[in-house]
């Protein structure tokens, strides 16, 4: 269990000096809106670029296991908006909620997680994963969002689309990374080491930005609801992973990362999503800081069943 810990507490760590940092008069909103910009669109891009590119790409991507996680997705999109319905949530809570028991922070939660677990070569697997993850996730969350909406008509042209999907950063970073994993193309050693650097801070930064974003406040939304979705994203989500993934043959670190990554708790970036799109911002808001406190137990409890089965 010490073990466990060492994996899951630094991590959270981070987070909280973030948090502890927050109103102290060296971080301020303006400073994080433009932190967490800048994290998003440079370091993390490279990051993700350098890391999947440098990766042995034949011995780091499995089918299956690609194949288990987005079934997974599918299943969760379908089963909770069904639940929703069935619970007669408003229209801006259902969408709301669905895209909670969905849409995991899998860049800045689960990421770290993975990496103090498995090392280079889970981060390898995991950023492949995310890169066809976050692709589906962005197309599912904008559906359920916007289907319970659906009579009240929207003008979503092609070119929202790609911008949602095909112009994401992390995406472009990940299948460029990935293209050059498979062409085996090499990175010259000025750029390597650059990139090293870069990819060395990365990490620590967006942990920084999630704590010094969160807020208590935020608690306020149906405690209900925000315990469901709760319920949805991080106990039946990789429970559902799981079983898949076993039927599958999905084995050993390859099992553990699929794991860590369908249970990351709630994403921030749900809470723009449903802001844009109709959604109830406040449950979002609430469902994430909610998903993301609990998810300090489910996470421990989950490396220690991973330890056990040895993974």
């Known amino acids: 269990m010490i073990e466990i810990l060492l994996l899951v507490l630094p991590v959270f760590l981070v987070i909280g000096l973030g948090y502890s940092l927050k109103g102290s008069g060296l971080v301020d909103g303006d400073f994080l809106v433009r932190l967490n910009r800048l994290v998003y669109y440079v370091p993390l891009p490279i990051m993700f670029f350098y890391k999947i590119a440098t990766a042995d790409f034949a011995a780091s991507f499995n089918p299956r296991l690609l194949a288990g996680i987005m079934t997974t997705i599918g299943v969760m999109s379908i089963s ?72 009240e008509g929207h003008d979503l042209r092609a070119s929202f689309w790609i911008h949602q999907i095909a112009f994401n950063p992390l995406i472009i970073a990940s299948f460029s990374g990935i293209a050059w994993s498979f062409f085996r193309l090499p990175i010259p050693a000025v750029l390597a080491n650059s990139f090293e650097i870069i990819s060395g801070m990365t990490m620590p930064l967006a942990l920084f930005v999630i704590g010094a974003s969160f807020s208590f406040k935020e608690l306020r939304g149906d405690i209900t609801i925000m315990s469901v979705a709760m319920i949805f994203k991080l106990i039946l989500m990789p429970g559902i992973a799981a079983g898949l993934f076993l039927l599958l043959g999905v084995q050993g670190v390859e099992f553990g990362v699929g794991i860590l990554l369908t249970g990351a708790p709630a994403a921030s970036a749900g809470y723009i999503m449903a802001q844009q799109l109709k959604g109830d911002a406040d449950l979002a808001s609430s469902t994430i800081m909610f998903t993301t406190l609990i998810s300090v137990l489910s996470y421990t409890l989950y490396l220690y069943i991973l330890k056990i089965a040895g993974i």
């Open 80 to 151: 909770s908006y069904l639940y929703a319905g069935v619970r007669k949530y408003d229209k801006v809570q259902r969408g709301t909620f669905s895209q909670a028991a969905f849409r995991g922070n899998l860049v800045f939660i689960a990421l770290p997680i993975v990496y103090n677990a498995y090392g280079e070569t889970g981060f390898a697997i995991a950023g492949i994963m995310i890169g066809f993850m976050t692709a589906v996730i962005n197309f599912l969350s904008i559906l359920v969002l916007l289907l319970p909406h659906r009579q």
